[in-house]
Each structure stands twice: as structure tokens, then as C-alpha cells.
């Protein structure tokens, strides 16, 4: 595989925006865990869009693994790409520019449409920082809950006691399960199990060992991440751990008179997707930029809501004239706005 160097990102508006430095910690052979420094003037942006150039034995699916991205997120970024024959020679898509969640940066914050887990740490010498990993959330029908809760237990090695509904469901798809399934490869949590407060302690973050399927909607309800990533995690989470779970398909952030947009698609509360809403954009959009006046790329805007595939896009930015016709060259769908502040 060939690394080239960060996108510009997706920005039919000729200002760049500051990017923020990405550091990519090779997890052994597999994987990369992504450790930023949290910006210190409060930007909610950190990492980079990249690129790879495929060799002919890759697979998308190794390539997500080894670069910290789940199933969903490498395949909405490459459309049109064979999963496991992308060929040799193909540029890949690799989306690691992301908007921080909103509320409190601390603890873990798992936000369900992204598929994506955040660590906050406690600061060390006045430094603070965040990594994010991808992960598995429940499926329809077994949607994982949402609220505020912590850490109550953690397991290294753990037994997997299946409930009975799951028994059940396997019986009658002609797999039956044993009443336990002991330590090893053929355990689904794998080697670590950390408990939440949800449920009696019935949900929980923990391994697999079925690491292809990490980043799709596919589990009962808990949240699964790849071995190295939960082996990772496991001994940074003291029992008390503040974990706080969210629905947030659409971030903004207002960074240097640009206007970002990230949209994942929607997901309501019984795990169905569902279109975005423009309007809830709208009300976003004014939170983020309060007063300020803006030219918005609204045809670009819906579009990026439509794809909804998670890459950063600019549909905004500063106009100091509230006049102008357009929000960069040759963008003669942008119009400017004045965002009240909300009520």
C-alpha cells in the first residue's frame, strides 16, 4: 500500500481550511489507533482525509482494519469499489477528518450513527487528547440504548453466557448454542469485555471474532470493536468510567469562517435509517454560527445530507458583504443568509 499525503477534503469553496495535526499509531501488524491532541483553542475538527494506492492482494475490508475504520465508513467513502478485489493500483478513500461530538469531552462518547466510539482521558501535564475507534452498534430490532451511564465491571477473558432470546434465534436458524461458550476463538466478545450500567449490566463494549463486520450495524446491542482496539482500551477505563451514548447523525463546526458539514445517515430509535432532515441542519447551523453573516451552498448542503457518508464537507462561508451572489468561484448555487441567532 502506497500513503499519500492529506486531502484537501471535499470543498467546491476555494478557502482551505487549517487542518490539525493527526498522529497514526501502528497498533502491531493490524490497525491504527487514532490519538489527536485536543486543540487548545476549542476547534472541534481534528485529523485528515487521506489516500492509499491498493496493491492487488488488498481488500477494502484489511484496509479499514489497518487504518482505524469500520465496514460502513471505508465503503460509503469509496463508492463503486469492489470490497474484495479493489484491484491494483486504485486510490482508496481514507476519511479520518472528523467533528468532535457535542457535549462533555470526557469519559467515552459513542455516537451510533457515526459508528464510532471517542476517549477522552483525564489530562496529563495539562495535555489533553482524544482517540476514536471504530465499532459495531445493534441492529434493528436489538438497537443499543442511549443515555449516560459508566463503566460498572471489566473482563479479560471472559465466558459468553448467551441469553435466551439469542439461543433461541440461533436454534431456529438451524446454529444452536451451547448454554456457554468459553474463553477463545470461538467466543463473540473475544478477549476483553467491559460492562456498562445499562440493562443490569446486559450491554456491554467488548471484542469479536468476527472483525470483518466491525463498523456495521449488526449486534444485539452492545458495542463491538476489533481485538486491538478493545486490548487497547480495556486497561485505560477505570471501573466509573463516565460512558455517554448519542444519536448525532449531523455535526457542524464553524472554523475559520468556513462552515463544515459531517452527515451520517439517521437512525431513529428502533434502528431504522431514515432520510436526513434539512431543517434540523438548519437549527444545527445556527448554534454553530450564531449571529454571523454567511453565503451557504444550500443545493451542495442537501446533497451532502442526501450521501451522507461522513467525509467533512465546506457548504459555507463568512460574507462580509451581505450581497454577494455566490460563496466562491464558479459557485453560482450559493446564497447568502444572515443566521439569527436562536430564540
Same mark, same amino acid.
Given at each position: 500500500?502506497?500513503?499519500?499525503?492529506?486531502?484537501?477534503?471535499?470543498?467546491?469553496?476555494?478557502?482551505?481550511?487549517?487542518?490539525?495535526?493527526?498522529?497514526?499509531?501502528?497498533?502491531?501488524?493490524?490497525?491504527?489507533?487514532?490519538?489527536?491532541?485536543?486543540?487548545?483553542?476549542?476547534?472541534?475538527?481534528?485529523?485528515?482525509?487521506?489516500?492509499?494506492?491498493?496493491?492487488?492482494?488488498?481488500?477494502?475490508?484489511?484496509?479499514?482494519?489497518?487504518?482505524?475504520?469500520?465496514?460502513?465508513?471505508?465503503?460509503?467513502?469509496?463508492?463503486?469499489?469492489?470490497?474484495?478485489?479493489?484491484?491494483?493500483?486504485?486510490?482508496?478513500?481514507?476519511?479520518?477528518?472528523?467533528?468532535?461530538?457535542?457535549?462533555?469531552?470526557?469519559?467515552?462518547?459513542?455516537?451510533?450513527?457515526?459508528?464510532?466510539?471517542?476517549?477522552?482521558?483525564?489530562?496529563?501535564?495539562?495535555?489533553?487528547?482524544?482517540?476514536?475507534?471504530?465499532? @459495531?452498534?445493534?441492529?434493528?430490532?436489538?438497537?443499543? &440504548?442511549?443515555?449516560?451511564?459508566?463503566?460498572?465491571?471489566?473482563?479479560?477473558? &471472559?465466558?459468553?453466557?448467551?441469553?435466551?432470546?439469542?439461543?433461541?434465534?440461533?436454534?431456529?436458524?438451524?446454529?444452536?448454542? &451451547?448454554?456457554?461458550?468459553?474463553?477463545?476463538?470461538?467466543?463473540?466478545?473475544?478477549?476483553?469485555?467491559?460492562?456498562?450500567?445499562?440493562?443490569?449490566?446486559?450491554?456491554?463494549?467488548?471484542?469479536?471474532?468476527?472483525?470483518?463486520?466491525?463498523?456495521?450495524?449488526?449486534?444485539?446491542?452492545?458495542?463491538?470493536?476489533?481485538?486491538?482496539?478493545?486490548?487497547?482500551?480495556?486497561?485505560?477505563?477505570?471501573?466509573?468510567?463516565?460512558?455517554?451514548?448519542?444519536?448525532?447523525?449531523?455535526?457542524?463546526?464553524?472554523?475559520?469562517?468556513?462552515?463544515?458539514?459531517?452527515?451520517?445517515?439517521?437512525?431513529? /430509535?428502533?434502528?431504522?435509517?431514515?432520510?436526513?432532515?434539512?431543517?434540523?441542519? @438548519?437549527?444545527?447551523?445556527?448554534?454553530?454560527?450564531?449571529?454571523?453573516?454567511?453565503?451557504?451552498?444550500?443545493?451542495?448542503?442537501?446533497?451532502?445530507?442526501?450521501?451522507?457518508?461522513?467525509?467533512?464537507?465546506?457548504?459555507?462561508?463568512?460574507?462580509?458583504?451581505?450581497?454577494?451572489?455566490? /460563496?466562491?468561484?464558479?459557485?453560482?448555487?450559493?446564497?447568502?443568509?444572515?443566521?439569527?441567532?436562536?430564540?
Amino acid at each position: 500500500m502506497t500513503i499519500a499525503p492529506k486531502l484537501p477534503g471535499r470543498r467546491p469553496i476555494s478557502i482551505m481550511a487549517a487542518t490539525l495535526g493527526l498522529t497514526l499509531v501502528l497498533a502491531g501488524a493490524r490497525g491504527h489507533a487514532t490519538e489527536f491532541d485536543l486543540p487548545a483553542d476549542g476547534s472541534r475538527v481534528i485529523g485528515d482525509d487521506t489516500t492509499m494506492t491498493t496493491h492487488y492482494e488488498d481488500t477494502l475490508l484489511d484496509i479499514a482494519r489497518k487504518y482505524s475504520l469500520g465496514y460502513d465508513e471505508i465503503i460509503r467513502a469509496n463508492p463503486g469499489v469492489d470490497m474484495w478485489l479493489p484491484g491494483e493500483g486504485k486510490t482508496i478513500v481514507l476519511p479520518g477528518r472528523r467533528i468532535l461530538p457535542p457535549g462533555p469531552h470526557e469519559g467515552v462518547v459513542v455516537n451510533l450513527p457515526e459508528h464510532r466510539l471517542y476517549y477522552f482521558p483525564s489530562a496529563k501535564a495539562g495535555k489533553r487528547l482524544v482517540i476514536t475507534y471504530p465499532v @459495531s452498534i445493534g441492529k434493528l430490532g436489538r438497537n443499543t &440504548p442511549l443515555g449516560q451511564t459508566r463503566v460498572i465491571d471489566k473482563v479479560a477473558h &471472559p465466558s459468553w453466557y448467551p441469553p435466551a432470546s439469542i439461543r433461541k434465534e440461533h436454534a431456529e436458524a438451524g446454529d444452536p448454542l &451451547p448454554a456457554v461458550v468459553g474463553p477463545g476463538p470461538n467466543n463473540p466478545l473475544g478477549d476483553f469485555k467491559i460492562r456498562l450500567g445499562f440493562g443490569a449490566g446486559t450491554y456491554e463494549i467488548h471484542g469479536t471474532n468476527n472483525p470483518t463486520a466491525v463498523g456495521l450495524a449488526i449486534t444485539h446491542g452492545c458495542i463491538r470493536m476489533y481485538p486491538e482496539d478493545v486490548a487497547e482500551l480495556f486497561p485505560r477505563l477505570p471501573i466509573g468510567t463516565p460512558v455517554r451514548l448519542i444519536n448525532v447523525p449531523v455535526k457542524v463546526a464553524w472554523i475559520d469562517g468556513e462552515l463544515l458539514l459531517e452527515a451520517h445517515p439517521p437512525v431513529n /430509535a428502533q434502528g431504522e435509517s431514515f432520510e436526513p432532515d434539512v431543517d434540523e441542519f @438548519s437549527a444545527l447551523l445556527r448554534a454553530a454560527v450564531g449571529d454571523t453573516t454567511l453565503a451557504i451552498n444550500w443545493d451542495y448542503a442537501r446533497e451532502v445530507l442526501q450521501k451522507a457518508d461522513g467525509v467533512i464537507a465546506t457548504v459555507g462561508l463568512e460574507a462580509d458583504d451581505p450581497s454577494a451572489s455566490d /460563496a466562491g468561484p464558479g459557485n453560482a448555487r450559493a446564497r447568502p443568509m444572515i443566521v439569527q441567532p436562536a430564540l
